[in-house]
């Protein structure tokens, strides 16, 4: 059993497949994918996708960083209101991304940390994007965490010591596709953490595992990922899937 706790196939780059790809991850063994939103013209497409695989794909409610701007009030209005007419697997994906633009940086802030205060009153793990901002945001998650704050640091590409303050925090690490790349310094750092802290996923369409990097990336390819673990940890794939899978449970509600 494999658990795939982020990906966005609900992406128009699955439009010519969809349900293909989807029941392709599904006989490859992995049983949960988790779709973190990205803001209010992803919703549609996350729910539809939901509606039709109820018992494999589980929706997050959220605000990608990429995508504040000037109407930041109004997207954080939109998630605010859904987060509140059903249950929902997590909140994200958000946090800050200092690689595109740093033009709207404290508007990114101050949405991750509504967004924060959002997932501890819910009850609910968060989703964190950190792209060229992990001491960014580990000091924003240290400045929400009371005790009732989850969750995953999604497509984790720090240092062992970043790594360890994040764990610190009560966190879990994302790992996916970058971690097969040749010069990925991933392997390094993960042979310092104990797999009890990993959890698996793929963001696809983006960051294929090798052999498959430059291409679309899906759910099916998560095993790549397990795999690449496996040899970090000289241990099987099979323990790999179990143990990931597991810490997967544990911050997820469903």
């Known amino acids: 059993m494999l658990i795939d706790t982020h990906a966005h196939l609900y992406s128009p780059k699955f439009s010519s497949d969809r349900d293909e790809m989807v029941r392709r991850a599904i006989a490859a063994g992995v049983t949960k994918i988790y779709l973190p939103n990205i803001d209010a013209e992803s919703i549609d497409a996350m729910l539809d996708l939901e509606a039709a695989f109820p018992d494999n794909c589980f929706a997050m409610m959220g605000l990608h960083p990429c995508s504040v701007n000037e109407t930041v009030e109004q997207e954080l209005a939109i998630v605010e209101k859904y987060l509140n007419e059903r249950s929902w697997a997590g909140v994200g994906e958000t ?126 390819y998560i095993k790549l990922v397990a795999e690449m673990i496996s040899e970090i940890k000289v241990m099987p794939v099979s323990m790999v899937a179990k143990i990931t899978s597991q810490n997967a449970a544990k911050v997820f509600p469903i």
């Open 95 to 220: 946090g800050i991304d200092l690689y595109w633009d740093k033009t709207f940086f404290e508007q990114q802030k101050m949405a991750f940390a509504r967004q924060i205060e959002w997932a501890k009153d819910l009850n609910l793990p968060i989703i964190i994007h950190s792209r060229e901002s992990n001491e960014e945001c580990i000091e924003v998650v240290k400045q929400g965490q009371d005790g009732r704050l989850r969750g995953i640091f999604h497509c984790f590409s720090g240092t062992v010591d970043q790594a360890k303050r994040m764990i610190d925090l009560g966190f879990l690490l994302g790992i996916g596709g970058t971690v097969t790349y040749a010069k990925s310094e991933l392997p390094a750092v993960l042979a310092a953490i104990p797999l009890e802290h990993i959890v698996l996923e793929t963001d696809a369409p983006y960051l294929p595992p090798v052999p498959h990097r430059g291409k679309r990336n899906e759910s099916a």
